[in-house]
């Protein structure tokens, strides 16, 4: 009988803040989230978590979210990847709108039926593609936060 595989946590991270405007088809800005030692795996399950701060509605976003094995340096708002930053994504989740349970304080997509294996690093980099209509921090008042949090096995 194999060993069990332990669970790691990949902790809460920001991909859209609350003065980040992201309009349809657009970018968040890319973010790293250390592994902690140099370990490949598999990614099990994100959830991510929207949430106003201001005057505006809560969103259920929909979007892809990147997993890259290379920093790509995308900031907010950008509209393209370079040629090179695309090969250097390794996964992506797509996230739909009928994904999120929402209410008026925030709201939560989870998914677990979309696992992305990775070789061997040290850091993950994750960036969101913005795909819905209704864009974040468009208007006055609009204090929109879009973050996750990802669980993950891994091997040495």
Known sequence: MGRAQDVNEGGLTELVGINEEVNTNDYSGSVG??????VSGEIRQVTLYATEDGAGAVQDSAGILFILDADPAIASGDVAMTAVERVS??????????????DANGGTAVIID???SFH????LYFV?????????????????????????????
């Open 33 to 38: 989230v250390a592994l902690g030692d140099n």
């Open 89 to 102: 994504v390794i996964g992506q989740i797509f996230v739909g709108a009928g994904d999120w349970v929402m």
């Open 114 to 116: 979309q696992h992305i």
């Open 120 to 123: 061997a690093l040290s850091t």
């Open 128 to 156: 969101w593609l913005h795909t819905d209509a209704t864009d974040l921090n468009d208007g006055a008042g609009d204090d929109e936060q879009l973050e996750f949090n990802f669980w993950y096995h891994h091997g040495r």
